[in-house]
């Protein structure tokens, strides 16, 4: 008899166990996120990732989709990391089709209540061109996303930033998501001013970039150089070059006098090693971090980093220096 009381108030305490999660699982679940929970922000590419952390600080989570060294152009997401985008308060991304694999689920999360924010949208966009320089396929293309390769550029994107973390993400300081923006801004217009000194040893008559694929207009265009061509004639890795395409990029660099190719890091080296060869092996290829940052330590952990690296380079290839 005792034994049979015994069982039953064990079931009777597991069951008013059992009911407790329940309860409390759903009122988490009601609270939609609420609680101990903290805001999250949720960034498509590494490069927007690092700008983004610097302006929310310590004030909400920033989830980063890219990692680093890959191709914005090429990376995809997870079934977890789509569903990150849907269940951010705010997500972050470039735009201008940049992230050719991931628009989708930013246009789900979209659609579903998420605030979005296109940086490279909102940065005055340039177009690249599809031909090489004087060449008869010379002509105005597609948006350029490249727009961070002018720091002039993040510094209006970055406030715009600030603008949509105190507006959508609720929980934080909008004082000192104020000031972050602040400091970074400082950071940003010392970036430009160390730039422009940089450049300006760079003689008129070398001022002209060969690059794998169309990435430097924006930064052409704010410190004076002239891009005359690419090895890919494209604004995407995912393009391929013709031997026509070849041809006429080995012809245009003739004309300007060019023997160095910018090439990105996170891609392989070979096309333009392909043009070394048609060019009879007088080329510097010269790598850049242009579209992806490295892990922390490795040459470009943050935007700042990659951007004083990239000019060093340049400013060396071009002088030869």
């Known amino acids: 008899m005792s034994v049979r009381v015994g069982a039953a108030r064990i079931r009777a305490a597991l069951v008013t166990l059992v009911s407790f999660f329940i309860v409390a699982g759903t009122a988490t679940g009601c609270a939609g996120g609420g609680g101990d929970e903290r805001p999250r922000v949720v960034v498509t590419t590494n490069i927007l990732g690092d700008i983004t952390r610097e302006i929310v600080g310590d004030e909400a989570d920033v989830s980063v989709l890219m990692k680093p060294n890959a191709d914005p152009h090429s ?6 990391q789509a569903a990150e985008l849907e269940n951010a308060d705010l997500v972050v991304y470039n735009g201008l089709g940049l992230e050719e694999n991931v628009l989708r689920h930013v ?13 490279g949208e909102a940065a005055d966009p340039l177009t690249f061109h599809t031909g090489q320089d004087g060449g008869p396929e010379d002509e105005a293309g597609e948006p350029d996303p490249h727009f961070w390769t002018d720091p002039d550029r993040v510094r ?30 400082g950071q940003l217009a010392d970036l430009t001013t160390w730039m422009e000194k940089s450049f300006a040893a760079v003689p008129g008559n070398r001022r002209a970039l060969v690059t794998n694929h169309h990435v ?5 265009d704010r410190f004076g150089f002239r891009v005359i061509g690419a090895v890919i004639p494209s604004g995407t890795t995912l393009a391929s070059p013709s031997s026509s395409d070849l041809r006429s990029l080995t012809q245009a660099m003739e004309r300007a006098g060019v023997r160095t190719v910018f090439a990105d890091s996170s891609q392989p080296t070979k096309l333009a090693e392909v043009l070394r060869q048609e060019m009879g092996g007088d080329v510097d ?13 490795k040459g470009a952990g943050t935007y700042l980093e ?4 990239n000019t060093s380079a340049m400013a060396e290839g071009l002088t030869g220096a």
């Open 216 to 220: 430097f207009g924006y930064l052409a």
């Open 107 to 119: 246009e789900a999360a979209r659609e579903s209540g998420v605030a979005t924010f296109a940086a």
């Open 75 to 80: 990376f995809g997401l997870s079934a977890v």
């Open 156 to 185: 209006k994107a970055a406030g715009l930033i600030a603008d949509q973390v105190t507006e959508h993400v609720k929980g934080v300081d909008d004082k000192a998501v104020r000031n972050n923006a602040a400091r970074y801004d």
């Open 285 to 297: 290829v010269v790598s850049l971090y242009s579209e992806s940052l490295t892990e922390k330590g």
């Open 306 to 309: 990659m951007m004083r690296a």
